[in-house]
Protein backbone atom coordinates (compact mmCIF):
# COMPACT_ATOMS: atom_id res chain seq x y z
CA UNK A 1 0.00 0.00 0.00
CA UNK A 2 1.04 3.58 -0.16
CA UNK A 3 3.42 5.06 2.78
CA UNK A 4 3.00 8.73 3.42
CA UNK A 5 5.84 9.59 5.81
CA UNK A 6 5.85 12.90 8.38
CA UNK A 7 8.60 14.52 10.04
CA UNK A 8 9.21 15.08 12.63
CA UNK A 9 7.27 12.82 14.70
CA UNK A 10 7.94 15.35 17.93
CA UNK A 11 8.79 19.19 18.14
CA UNK A 12 8.28 21.10 21.26
CA UNK A 13 9.08 25.03 20.91
CA UNK A 14 8.59 28.20 22.71
CA UNK A 15 6.03 30.30 22.17
CA UNK A 16 6.18 32.47 19.64
CA UNK A 17 8.03 30.79 17.53
CA UNK A 18 7.31 28.85 14.22
CA UNK A 19 7.65 24.98 13.30
CA UNK A 20 7.16 23.60 10.36
CA UNK A 21 5.91 19.79 9.38
CA UNK A 22 6.51 17.86 6.09
CA UNK A 23 4.12 15.40 4.75
CA UNK A 24 6.09 13.13 2.01
CA UNK A 25 4.50 10.89 -0.26
CA UNK A 26 7.23 7.96 -0.64
CA UNK A 27 5.96 6.23 -2.97
CA UNK A 28 3.58 7.95 -5.28
CA UNK A 29 2.24 11.55 -6.45
CA UNK A 30 -0.34 13.80 -4.83
CA UNK A 31 -1.33 16.40 -6.32
CA UNK A 32 -3.70 17.13 -2.67
CA UNK A 33 -2.74 16.17 0.70
CA UNK A 34 -4.61 16.86 3.26
CA UNK A 35 -4.27 18.04 6.73
CA UNK A 36 -5.69 17.39 9.88
CA UNK A 37 -5.55 17.77 14.00
CA UNK A 38 -6.29 16.15 16.36
CA UNK A 39 -6.78 16.72 20.45
CA UNK A 40 -6.58 13.92 23.30
CA UNK A 41 -9.28 11.41 22.87
CA UNK A 42 -10.99 13.22 20.01
CA UNK A 43 -11.51 12.46 16.62
CA UNK A 44 -9.54 14.19 13.31
CA UNK A 45 -10.45 17.51 12.59
CA UNK A 46 -9.35 18.52 8.41
CA UNK A 47 -7.84 21.58 9.01
CA UNK A 48 -7.14 22.23 4.89
CA UNK A 49 -6.31 20.80 1.79
CA UNK A 50 -3.34 21.19 0.48
CA UNK A 51 -3.08 21.44 -3.24
CA UNK A 52 0.14 21.05 -5.67
CA UNK A 53 1.23 24.17 -7.45
CA UNK A 54 -1.93 26.21 -5.54
CA UNK A 55 -3.23 27.89 -2.87
CA UNK A 56 -4.37 25.69 0.42
CA UNK A 57 -7.98 25.50 0.94
CA UNK A 58 -8.75 26.11 4.74
CA UNK A 59 -11.71 24.44 6.88
CA UNK A 60 -14.01 27.24 8.11
CA UNK A 61 -12.70 28.82 11.63
CA UNK A 62 -9.07 27.84 10.44
CA UNK A 63 -6.49 30.74 10.36
CA UNK A 64 -4.62 30.53 7.00
CA UNK A 65 -2.37 33.50 8.48
CA UNK A 66 -1.97 31.01 11.42
CA UNK A 67 -1.47 27.22 9.50
CA UNK A 68 0.82 28.22 6.31
CA UNK A 69 0.48 25.09 4.24
CA UNK A 70 2.73 24.87 1.13
CA UNK A 71 2.89 22.15 -1.35
CA UNK A 72 5.59 22.41 -3.82
CA UNK A 73 5.75 19.75 -5.51
CA UNK A 74 4.12 16.55 -5.92
CA UNK A 75 5.51 14.68 -2.67
CA UNK A 76 5.68 17.08 -0.57
CA UNK A 77 3.86 19.07 1.72
CA UNK A 78 4.98 21.31 4.89
CA UNK A 79 2.43 22.86 7.33
CA UNK A 80 4.17 25.68 9.24
CA UNK A 81 2.70 26.57 12.17
CA UNK A 82 3.58 30.11 12.74
CA UNK A 83 3.88 32.04 16.30
CA UNK A 84 2.88 29.39 17.85
CA UNK A 85 1.24 29.42 21.36
CA UNK A 86 0.32 26.79 23.88
CA UNK A 87 -3.33 26.42 22.17
CA UNK A 88 -1.74 25.57 19.78
CA UNK A 89 -0.28 22.20 21.01
CA UNK A 90 -2.26 19.61 19.38
CA UNK A 91 -1.33 16.05 16.97
CA UNK A 92 -1.13 17.40 13.75
CA UNK A 93 -1.86 14.25 10.81
CA UNK A 94 -0.90 14.05 7.29
CA UNK A 95 -2.64 12.36 4.79
CA UNK A 96 -2.61 11.24 0.72
CA UNK A 97 -5.25 9.67 -1.16
CA UNK A 98 -3.61 6.62 -3.24
CA UNK A 99 -5.04 4.28 -6.11
CA UNK A 100 -7.70 4.01 -8.16
CA UNK A 101 -10.37 4.32 -5.63
CA UNK A 102 -8.69 7.00 -3.91
CA UNK A 103 -8.36 5.70 -0.07
CA UNK A 104 -6.91 8.07 2.00
CA UNK A 105 -3.60 7.24 3.66
CA UNK A 106 -2.09 8.52 6.80
CA UNK A 107 1.52 9.64 7.56
CA UNK A 108 2.66 8.81 11.63
CA UNK A 109 1.84 12.14 12.74
CA UNK A 110 3.82 14.94 14.67
CA UNK A 111 2.98 15.80 18.03
CA UNK A 112 3.59 19.81 18.91
CA UNK A 113 4.44 20.97 22.70
CA UNK A 114 4.20 24.93 22.57
CA UNK A 115 5.75 26.12 25.77
CA UNK B 1 -25.02 17.67 7.07
CA UNK B 2 -22.75 14.32 7.19
CA UNK B 3 -22.96 12.79 10.36
CA UNK B 4 -21.03 9.72 11.71
CA UNK B 5 -21.38 8.05 15.15
CA UNK B 6 -19.42 5.33 16.44
CA UNK B 7 -20.82 2.72 19.59
CA UNK B 8 -19.61 1.86 22.21
CA UNK B 9 -16.93 4.91 22.71
CA UNK B 10 -15.31 2.29 24.47
CA UNK B 11 -14.87 -1.48 24.92
CA UNK B 12 -13.32 -3.82 27.12
CA UNK B 13 -12.83 -7.68 26.48
CA UNK B 14 -11.19 -10.68 27.44
CA UNK B 15 -9.01 -12.13 25.25
CA UNK B 16 -10.85 -14.58 22.97
CA UNK B 17 -14.28 -12.97 23.38
CA UNK B 18 -15.64 -11.95 20.14
CA UNK B 19 -17.69 -8.73 19.19
CA UNK B 20 -19.00 -5.63 17.51
CA UNK B 21 -17.84 -1.94 16.90
CA UNK B 22 -20.59 -0.05 14.96
CA UNK B 23 -20.69 3.12 12.96
CA UNK B 24 -24.38 4.72 12.19
CA UNK B 25 -23.92 7.40 9.07
CA UNK B 26 -25.97 9.89 7.81
CA UNK B 27 -24.75 10.97 4.06
CA UNK B 28 -25.57 12.16 1.07
CA UNK B 29 -23.83 10.44 -1.55
CA UNK B 30 -22.17 8.12 -0.26
CA UNK B 31 -18.70 7.30 -2.18
CA UNK B 32 -17.23 5.01 0.33
CA UNK B 33 -17.44 3.95 3.90
CA UNK B 34 -13.68 3.40 5.97
CA UNK B 35 -12.08 1.60 8.91
CA UNK B 36 -8.56 3.05 10.40
CA UNK B 37 -6.88 1.72 13.13
CA UNK B 38 -5.04 4.08 15.65
CA UNK B 39 -2.43 3.13 17.91
CA UNK B 40 -1.81 5.93 20.82
CA UNK B 41 0.58 8.27 19.41
CA UNK B 42 0.08 7.03 16.10
CA UNK B 43 -1.24 8.21 12.80
CA UNK B 44 -4.48 6.07 12.02
CA UNK B 45 -3.82 2.55 9.84
CA UNK B 46 -6.20 1.76 6.68
CA UNK B 47 -8.38 -1.18 7.12
CA UNK B 48 -10.76 -1.73 4.79
CA UNK B 49 -13.21 0.37 2.62
CA UNK B 50 -16.76 -0.65 1.82
CA UNK B 51 -18.43 0.69 -0.62
CA UNK B 52 -22.40 -0.65 -1.34
CA UNK B 53 -24.56 -2.13 1.42
CA UNK B 54 -24.30 -5.98 1.34
CA UNK B 55 -20.55 -5.83 1.05
CA UNK B 56 -18.13 -7.43 3.40
CA UNK B 57 -14.16 -7.70 3.47
CA UNK B 58 -12.13 -9.10 6.11
CA UNK B 59 -8.34 -9.42 7.08
CA UNK B 60 -7.64 -11.26 9.63
CA UNK B 61 -9.47 -11.49 12.71
CA UNK B 62 -11.41 -8.29 11.35
CA UNK B 63 -14.78 -8.43 9.04
CA UNK B 64 -16.26 -5.15 8.37
CA UNK B 65 -19.90 -5.05 7.06
CA UNK B 66 -22.14 -2.17 5.49
CA UNK B 67 -25.48 -1.46 5.28
CA UNK B 68 -27.24 1.50 3.91
CA UNK B 69 -27.34 3.31 7.32
CA UNK B 70 -24.20 1.25 9.45
CA UNK B 71 -21.73 -0.29 9.38
CA UNK B 72 -19.93 -2.85 11.45
CA UNK B 73 -16.26 -4.15 12.08
CA UNK B 74 -16.41 -7.88 13.48
CA UNK B 75 -13.38 -8.93 15.36
CA UNK B 76 -13.61 -12.76 16.25
CA UNK B 77 -11.33 -14.03 19.21
CA UNK B 78 -9.37 -11.23 19.87
CA UNK B 79 -5.42 -10.69 20.67
CA UNK B 80 -4.49 -8.12 23.28
CA UNK B 81 -2.35 -6.74 20.47
CA UNK B 82 -5.57 -5.91 18.66
CA UNK B 83 -5.85 -3.04 21.29
CA UNK B 84 -6.55 0.12 19.56
CA UNK B 85 -8.72 3.14 18.47
CA UNK B 86 -10.93 2.30 15.73
CA UNK B 87 -12.12 4.82 13.42
CA UNK B 88 -15.41 5.02 11.08
CA UNK B 89 -15.24 7.31 8.17
CA UNK B 90 -17.89 8.08 5.49
CA UNK B 91 -16.71 9.90 2.23
CA UNK B 92 -20.19 11.69 1.09
CA UNK B 93 -20.26 14.28 -2.04
CA UNK B 94 -18.30 16.96 0.14
CA UNK B 95 -15.78 15.87 2.36
CA UNK B 96 -14.52 12.54 4.52
CA UNK B 97 -16.15 12.79 8.07
CA UNK B 98 -14.88 11.20 10.91
CA UNK B 99 -16.50 9.28 14.14
CA UNK B 100 -14.93 10.31 17.20
CA UNK B 101 -13.98 6.11 17.06
CA UNK B 102 -14.10 3.68 19.66
CA UNK B 103 -11.26 2.34 22.29
CA UNK B 104 -11.19 -1.07 22.40
CA UNK B 105 -9.13 -2.89 25.16
CA UNK B 106 -8.02 -7.00 25.25
CA UNK B 107 -7.40 -7.93 28.09
CA UNK B 108 -5.00 -11.03 28.73
Known amino acids: GAVVSQHPSRVICKSGTSVKIECRSLDFQATTMFWYRQFPKQSLMLMATSNEGSKATYEQGVEKDKFLINHASLTLSTLTVTSAHPEDSSFYIC???????????FGEGSRLTVL | EDQVTQSPEALRLQEGESSSLNCSYTVSGLRGLFWYRQDPGKGPEFLFTLYSAGEEKEKERLKATLTKKESFLHITAPKPEDSATYLCAVQGAQKLVFGQGTRLTINP
Open chain 1, 95 to 105: SARWGLRGELF
